[in-house]
């Protein structure tokens, strides 16, 4: 079972619409968690981190449920610039970071 | 300004040649990470060093072996590559353990 898992979508929405995508993790000492963001043919970059709390950055919304080992992104009001594969990672204290496969968004116009 | 490169960002090789992809980073980051790329698997972990002299394996290590000399590089070597090794190496860094890579642009590996 790979550790961070993720529905591929795509997600396909008009503009202004908002989006959920949520990712699961298995090893539940897994102490750290974030969205990162990746374009077509382009590397990774960091979105954001996921608090236990639940965090948000503008229009982006992250929420951490550690009972169930569930993570999850929301995106108020999307934007033809939002299309992009969104990637759920976690890590262990102090080891390297574990992607998952990432989940497609198209935004249409 | 700072930044973390790869080279060379395209290669065509054969099967069974050495082949050597190079990471170096101006940050002074102690933590450097290579991933490989493929459709259907995601980003996934190759080796990983937390500073000069300290490698690591991850994932997918098999056929694969790093070298940290200095903070700056650390390179990637295929001893013997495979077809199965065609694929989008990542290289990336972080300055402690922030959860904040930055990755180079990638490097496409193409064996024949």
């Known amino acids: 079972r790979k550790e961070v898992e993720q529905d591929p979508g795509p997600f396909n929405v008009p503009e202004g619409a908002t989006v959920a995508f949520n990712c699961t993790y298995s090893?539940?000492?897994?102490?750290?968690f974030f969205w990162y963001r990746q374009d077509c043919r382009k590397e990774p970059k960091l979105l954001m981190s996921?608090?236990?709390s639940g965090n948000e950055d503008g229009r982006f919304t992250a929420q951490l449920n550690r009972a169930s080992q569930y993570i999850s992104l929301l995106i108020r009001d999307s934007k033809l610039s939002d299309s992009a594969t969104y990637l759920c990672?976690?890590?262990?204290?102090?080891?390297?970071?574990?992607f998952g496969k990432g989940t497609t968004l198209s935004v249409s116009s | 300004d700072a930044e973390i490169t790869q080279s060379p960002r395209h290669k065509i090789t054969e099967t069974g040649r050495q082949v050597t992809l190079a990471c170096h980073q101006t940050?002074?980051?102690?933590?450097m990470f290579w991933y490989r790329q493929d459709l259907g698997h995601g980003l996934r972990l190759i080796h990983y060093?937390?500073?000069?002299?300290?490698?690591n394996k991850g994932e997918v290590s098999d056929g694969y072996s790093v070298s940290r000399s200095n903070t700056e590089d650390l390179p990637l070597t295929l001893e013997s590559a495979a077809s199965s090794q065609t694929s989008v190496y990542f290289c990336?860094?972080?300055?402690?353990?922030?959860?904040?890579?930055?990755f180079g642009e990638g490097s496409r590996l193409t064996v024949l």
């Open positions: 996921v608090y236990s």
């Open positions: 060093s937390y500073g000069v002299h300290d490698t």
């Open positions: 990336a860094s972080s300055p402690l353990y922030t959860g904040e890579l930055f």
């Open positions: 940050w002074n980051h102690n933590n």
């Open positions: 990672v976690s890590s262990l204290v102090g080891s390297a970071l574990i």
């Open positions: 090893n539940s000492a897994s102490q750290s």
